[in-house]
C-alpha cells in the first residue's frame, strides 16, 4: 500500500467536513426577493397577456420566431387534458370552435377550471410532491394501511377546486391543528396527511423527522435541507444547526392515537352503526386482553413469584434476574420494577414492608410490631412466619385479598391495594406502558389485535373520516446537533426557528408550541423568495411538459436563472399581489399566447433552440398513467365522475371504473404496471416524474386485459353503427377518442382495416381490431 494513502484519506476526510459555500451564496437569483417586473416599451400586437410581452422581448433579443396558434380543435383538447386530465368531448370542441365572440377562449377555459375534475387533477399532480401512499410501508407486525389517508387526498381535492389561496393551503398543511383551533373548522385537520403520511421507517423517529424536513423544504422551498443532516450543506447556505432546528420543531409535535373527526357523523347511517357496533368489539378485544394480563399480574401465585424473585435477586444484575424471570415465565421488567420498589418501601419504612425489613435484617420478627400495617402483622402472627419464604407467600396473600376487597373503606387495607395500583406501584400500569412490559408472545398478540382493528377502521365503508394530524407536544423539544447525524452523539443545542438564508433580520426563534405555525407562516410569507418561485415553476412544468427551472426542488447555488426568468418573476409577483389564487395564476398562464401555440415550430426555432428553452412552440406530451387510464374508460362512457372516499384497487378484474386517482397506492409493493409508466414513487417527495419509453409500455396498450376490454366495447358499438354505415361508425370512433373528424385518408384507411381485416382469436372481429388500433395510436396517448 502507498504510505501516503492514510495520509490523503485524512486530508479528503477534514475536506468533507468543510462547507463549500461562501458569502457570494447571498447573491443567487433565487435568494432575492421576488421584485416587480416592468413591461418593455414596445409591445407587440400579438400579445394577449403580460407574459407574452416579455416572453416576445426575449424572443426578439434572440432574433427567434414563435410558433403560430394552435387551431381550436387542439387547444380545447390541450386544456382538458391539462386541467381535468380527460379527453375533450366532440361537443365542448364544437361549442368552442362555433363561438365566434372576442371572449370564446375565455369563457371555455372558465368552465374548465369551474369543472370538479379540476381539483381531482391537479391533486394527483400534489400528490408527487407530498410522497401520497395510502399504507406506511413496512413496519413488521404493525398493521401498514394508514386508515385516513384518503382524507388529504380529498382535501386535496377540494382545495383545488375551491381555490383555497396557496398560503392558506401552505399553513394548513403544516399546522391544520392551529388553523382547527382559529377557525373551529375541523376539515383542515386533513391537510395534515401532507406532513404524516410518509414512509415510517420501521418507525424510526429520526429517519421520520428527515423524511418530513425533506418534503417541506424541497417541497415548498425547493432547498435540499436534508443534505445537511450529518454535516454542513455543500453548496446551499444552510449550516447543520438549521437543520436540526427544523428536527426540534417536528420532534415537538406527536401523532395521537384518537384522530380527530372532520364532521359530525350521520350516527343515523346503517353503514355507520354496523362500523361502529364492530369498532366497538375490536377495541373491546383489546381492552379485555390488557385487564385480563394486568389482573393476572395481582394475582396471589404471580405476586408470590415476583416477591420471591425480587428477594433472592436483591444483588443481581438485570441479565441474571430476565435469565430466572424468562425461566419462570415472568416478566423480566416487574421483575426489576418489584425488586426496586420493595427496596426503596423498606427504606422508606413503609409500614406494610417493616416486618419484611425486620425479618430481611434480623433474622426473625419481634413480639410485637406497633407501627407495622395491622392486617400484615397479623396475618404473620397467624402464620408463625420465621422465615422469608413463608413471608413472601402471606405478603402475597394479604395483599391479593386487598385488592379484591370492597369496599375500600378500611385505611389499611387501601395502603395495601394501593402497593399494586398506585403509580409508583410495579403493576399500577397503563395499558401502553404494559404493552412495553409484555414478553414478545403477548406482544404479537396485542399487534395482531390492534391490526384487525385499523383494518376495519380503514377499511369499512361506514368509518367516518378523520384527520391523520400532528398536535403539539405539552413541552417543546430543546434540540441538539446530532454529531455526524448520530442520534447517540449530542453536541450543541439550537433554537427552534426558520432557516438562516431565508430568515429577515431579527429572526427569532419558534416559541409558539412546536413552532409550526411560526414555520408555515415563514414559509408562505410575501417576503421568502422561494416560495412562490417554486409553486409557479412546478405548474408550468405541467403545462408545458418542462420546468422553467430544470430542477424543480433545487433551486440552490448550483440551479441557473431560467431563460425567461423574466416570466417566472412576473408571475411569481403576480401571484402573490393577486392573493395567492391559484386559478387566477393558471388562468394566466392558460390565456396566453404563449400557451397558445402550435406544437410545429418554424424550421430556424428547431435548430437555434433544439431544446425549446426559450418556448418557440408548445412541447408535445404523452399521459400520464392516470390521464391515460382515465381516457380508457372515458372512451366507452364507462368512468364513474363520483368524487371521494376510500381507495380502491384499480388493477384487479373486474376492474373498477374509478378515476385514477381514488386507487390505492401501496407504498410497500408498488404495482409494476405503475412502475411501468413512471408514476411517481411514494416513498420520496418527487419533483418531477421519469419520462421514460421502454417496451413494456408498448405492450400494455397491445395486450393489457383493460385496453383489450374497452377495445371490445367500442367495437361492438362501431359493429352495430358500422351494420348501417361504415363511415359513419369510423367517424363517431374517431369523434368519441380523439374529439375530431377523421380528414378522407382516414377514413379509407379505416373502411381498407375493416373490410380486409382476416379474423384471430384474439381479435375474431374487425371493428374490435380497429378499436384497439385507435387506442394504440400516439394521438389517443400524447398532447399536442
Known amino acids: 500500500m502507498n504510505p501516503r494513502t492514510p495520509f490523503l484519506y485524512v486530508i479528503l476526510a477534514c475536506l468533507s467536513a468543510l462547507p463549500l459555500y461562501s458569502e457570494d451564496s447571498a447573491a443567487h437569483w433565487a435568494f432575492q426577493r421576488v421584485s416587480v417586473i416592468d413591461l418593455p416599451s414596445a409591445i407587440p400586437s400579438t400579445t394577449i397577456t403580460p407574459i407574452d410581452a416579455l416572453h416576445q422581448s426575449a424572443l426578439r433579443d434572440q432574433d427567434l420566431p414563435m410558433a403560430k396558434q394552435a387551431p381550436r380543435q387542439r387547444i380545447a ?120 403520511l410518509g414512509r415510517r421507517f420501521l418507525n424510526r423517529e429520526p429517519d421520520i423527522i428527515d423524511d418530513r ?143 419484611w425489613k425486620h425479618l430481611l435484617e434480623k433474622g426473625t420478627l419481634p413480639e410485637t410490631m406497633e407501627t407495622a400495617n395491622p392486617m400484615v402483622w397479623k396475618a404473620l402472627k ?32 387501601e395502603s395495601l391495594r394501593q402497593l399494586l395500583v398506585s403509580k409508583d406501584s410495579p403493576t399500577g400500569l397503563e395499558p401502553e406502558k404494559l404493552y412495553r412490559i409484555f414478553n414478545v408472545k403477548d406482544q404479537e398478540t396485542v399487534r395482531k389485535l390492534r ?57 427569532q426563534p419558534y416559541e409558539d408550541g412546536s413552532g409550526r405555525r411560526q414555520l408555515a407562516d415563514d414559509i408562505s410569507s410575501p417576503r421568502n423568495p422561494l416560495t412562490a418561485r417554486v409553486f409557479v415553476n412546478r405548474t408550468w412544468m405541467h403545462f408545458f411538459g418542462k420546468p422553467m427551472v430544470d430542477a424543480p426542488s433545487d433551486f440552490g447555488v448550483r440551479t441557473e436563472a431560467p431563460k425567461l426568468v423574466t416570466v417566472l418573476d412576473r408571475l411569481a409577483g403576480d401571484f402573490m399581489r393577486e392573493g395567492w389564487s391559484i386559478k387566477r395564476l393558471h388562468r394566466e398562464i392558460l390565456s396566453s399566447a404563449l400557451y397558445r401555440q402550435d406544437s410545429l415550430a418554424p424550421e430556424v426555432a428547431l435548430v437555434r433552440d433544439p431544446d425549446n428553452r426559450w418556448i418557440t412552440r408548445m412541447n408535445r406530451q404523452r399521459h400520464g398513467f392516470e390521464a391515460m387510464r382515465d ?105 368519441r377518442l380523439f374529439a375530431r373528424s377523421p380528414d378522407e385518408e382516414e377514413t379509407l384507411i379505416g373502411l381498407a382495416f375493416v373490410n380486409d381485416w382476416t379474423p384471430s382469436d384474439k381479435f375474431p372481429n374487425s371493428w374490435e381490431a380497429y378499436a384497439h388500433a385507435l387506442l394504440s395510436a400516439n394521438e389517443f396517448i400524447f398532447i399536442d
Open 451 to 507: 391490526r384487525e382493528l385499523k383494518q376495519h377502521q380503514a377499511m369499512s365503508p361506514g368509518a367516518p373520516p378523520r384527520g391523520m394530524v400532528m398536535l403539539d407536544k405539552d413541552k417543546p423539544v430543546r434540540p441538539h446537533v446530532f454529531v455526524r447525524g448520530n442520534p447517540r452523539s449530542r453536541g450543541k443545542q439550537v433554537p427552534r426557528q426558520y432557516l438562516t438564508a431565508l430568515g429577515h433580520k431579527g429572526r
Open 77 to 196: 383538447r390541450r386544456l382538458a387534458y391539462h386541467l381535468h386530465g380527460l379527453p375533450a368531448t366532440m361537443e365542448d370542441v364544437e361549442t368552442f370552435e362555433n363561438d365566434d365572440s372576442p371572449n370564446a377562449y375565455g369563457r371555455y377555459l372558465d368552465r374548465q377550471l369551474a369543472s370538479p375534475r379540476y381539483g381531482e387533477r391537479w391533486a394527483r399532480h400534489w400528490m408527487d410532491v407530498a410522497r401520497y401512499a395510502d399504507n406506511k410501508g413496512y413496519v413488521f407486525q404493525e398493521e401498514r394501511r394508514y386508515p385516513y389517508a384518503y382524507t388529504y387526498r380529498d382535501w386535496l381535492v377540494s382545495a383545488f377546486n375551491t381555490d383555497l389561496p396557496y398560503d392558506e393551503f401552505i399553513r394548513q398543511q403544516i399546522a391544520g391543528d392551529h388553523v382547527v383551533k382559529e377557525s373551529q373548522d375541523p376539515r383542515a385537520y386533513a391537510a395534515m396527511g401532507f406532513l404524516t
Open 382 to 413: 397467624t402464620a408463625k412466619v420465621g422465615a422469608m419464604n413463608e413471608l413472601i407467600a402471606v405478603y402475597a396473600k394479604v395483599i391479593a385479598e386487598a385488592d379484591h376487597d370492597n369496599p375500600h373503606d378500611n385505611k389499611h387495607r
Open 631 to 735: 381516457s380508457l374508460l372515458a372512451a366507452c362512457d364507462d368512468l364513474d365522475l363520483n368524487a371521494g372516499g376510500q381507495p380502491v384497487d384499480i388493477l384487479k378484474q373486474p376492474f373498477s371504473q374509478r378515476r385514477t386517482i381514488y386507487g390505492f397506492i401501496d407504498r410497500q409493493n408498488l404495482p409494476s404496471t405503475f412502475r411501468t409508466f413512471d408514476i411517481a414513487s411514494p416513498d420520496v417527495h418527487t419533483p418531477r416524474r421519469l419520462e421514460t419509453m421502454v417496451p413494456q409500455q408498448a405492450l400494455y396498450m397491445m395486450n393489457g386485459p383493460l385496453v383489450a376490454q374497452q377495445a371490445e366495447r367500442l367495437g361492438l358499438r362501431a359493429e352495430e353503427m358500422g351494420k348501417q354505415s361504415p363511415t359513419q361508425a369510423i367517424t363517431a370512433l374517431y369523434h
Open 213 to 355: 424536513i425533506d418534503v417541506v423544504t424541497r417541497g415548498l422551498l425547493g432547498l435540499t435541507v436534508s443534505c445537511a443532516r450529518c454535516h454542513d450543506h455543500k453548496f446551499d447556505p444552510v449550516p447543520i444547526e438549521d437543520y436540526y432546528s427544523l428536527y426540534g420543531i417536528f420532534a415537538s409535535s406527536h401523532e395521537p392515537s384518537d384522530k380527530p373527526l372532520l364532521g359530525e357523523p350521520d350516527t343515523t347511517s346503517p353503514a355507520y352503526q354496523a362500523f361502529l357496533s364492530e369498532e366497538i368489539k375490536r377495541q373491546e378485544k383489546i381492552d379485555n386482553y390488557f385487564t385480563t394480563r394486568h389482573a393476572k399480574l395481582r394475582t396471589e401465585p404471580l405476586l408470590k413469584a415476583y416477591f420471591q424473585l425480587a428477594h433472592d435477586g436483591r444483588d443481581w444484575d438485570e441479565s441474571k434476574i430476565g435469565s430466572r424471570a424468562q425461566a419462570e415465565k415472568l416478566y423480566q421488567k416487574i421483575a426489576l420494577r418489584w425488586r426496586d420498589r420493595i427496596i426503596e418501601l423498606c427504606k422508606e419504612g413503609h409500614p406494610a414492608f417493616l416486618p
